[in-house]
């Protein structure tokens, strides 16, 4: 086989390193560089050239190559062309102007950020400012690969896929998607297979110095690019170094007082001081508490149980003696609308996963009914059926949001607003932190720790022996 020139090698190991190709990467590269080398000079082709590459590539699947190793080819030879590009326009630079050669990376400027998300950040890689190809072929493509404008369906239903079959939320698969997006727009839709760390390393970046997002949008942005490259792309995510972070800072949440909680309650409509109740007094997120469904509620033991928590983790919650009589109250009016529903024919309520498939009955049975059902029956569309939901988050939002403003607390108060006053309450209670953790479904015991700074210490400062207690 035909070695790669010295001197080709040597500048294509620094073009590598340039590119911020993964370390353990770089050998498969210059192997498959060898190959399409070796392969353009037995069958007299011009290497330089991108009409070279499709038979190549129709080589590599002649001799049964995968398709992450024909993938692995393709981008390798890209970068050579991407290199050999660089190299002539250094070349005519310097020819046609060499006291004061025009910076390579500096072509002329456009406005990229009109979206807020177009970049400059490597257009001496491949975007339009140095496409990778010679300068008499197509401006938007390399060897069959896109370079801006490539469709990214595909990407988007493999993310899809990943998610469901690992059960996370919808939150979870609509924050991916949206994150997925914007990566999209910020490399100008070039080929998703050319997406390297480079371009995340530029991306979480410039969330930070262009768009000035908090801590929390960038490490979110940085676990959904995570997932994509493991999951969708199925490329290694090398160490995220050198990249500008967000500066985190200590987070204090608002919390009401007890009377400030009644108020805001007081100023609430039916079902909505209800669910405000038990967000309250049981320390729920919103999405928590308007899926309870009648069995989660244990009159018998006084206890709420929560399926599919956040993290889809389980937990149980003390029931709050005031709101006994309210809630069985609440729930006879409920029974009987459900009473209603079925009398009218309806398809039941909507059950998690393939819950509706294995137990055929389950929808319309009593215990599975929501606690908090809408008001108004859903169509589905491809049965043509008609369920029952529960209520949604924004209309439980909007009455918060007007109590609020009602009762005239000056505070920016939320739905989770309540969740914090419960354990802020609980903490100045003298309960211990352990156990408010436990209530709250957190992971860790630092993230319970936030509520230390909500409320007043009472602990004593003074050393003291606990002999002389």
Known sequence: MLSLPSDLATRYATWLAHQDVAVDQRPHYTKWLRYYWDFCHKYALEPTKRQSFPAFRAKLRSKHQSDSQCQQAYAAVSLYYEMVLVDRRRTEVAVLSPRSPKPLNAPARRDREADGFRSDHNEGSVNEGSVPMLASDSPREVAGVKLTGASWVAVYERLQAAITVRHYSPKTLRAYQAWTRKLQTFVNSKDSQLVSMADVKGFLSFLAVKRQVAASSQNQAFNALLFLFRHVLEKEFGKVEGVVRAKWRPYIPVVLSREEVDRVIRQLEEPYD?????????????????????????????????????????????????????????????????????????????????????????????????????????????????????????????????????????????????????????????YDIRTIQELLGHSEVKTTMMYTHTVPSVTRKEAKSPLDF
């Open 274 to 430: 209800l669910v405000a109740k038990l967000l309250y007094g049981c320390g729920l997120r919103l999405f928590e508490g308007l899926q309870l469904r009648v069995q989660d509620v244990n009159f018998a033991m006084q206890v709420v149980t929560v399926h599919d928590g956040k993290g889809q983790k389980d937990r149980t919650v003390p029931l709050p003696q005031v709101l006994v009589p309210e809630l069985t109250a609440h729930l006879e009016r409920v029974k009987q609308v459900h009473q209603q529903d079925l009398a009218a024919g309806y398809a039941g309520t909507f059950l998690p996963g393939a819950l509706a498939a294995k137990y055929t009955r389950a929808a319309k049975e009593w215990a599975w009914q929501w606690v908090f059902p809408a008001k108004t029956l859903t169509l589905v569309p491809a049965t043509q059926e008609y369920r029952r939901y529960h209520l949604h988050e924004t209309h439980v939002q909007k009455a918060l949001k007007q109590a609020v403003i009602r009762s005239q607390i000056p505070k920016r108060a939320s739905a989770h607003t309540l969740r914090h006053s419960f354990a802020s309450h609980l903490l100045q209670a003298n």
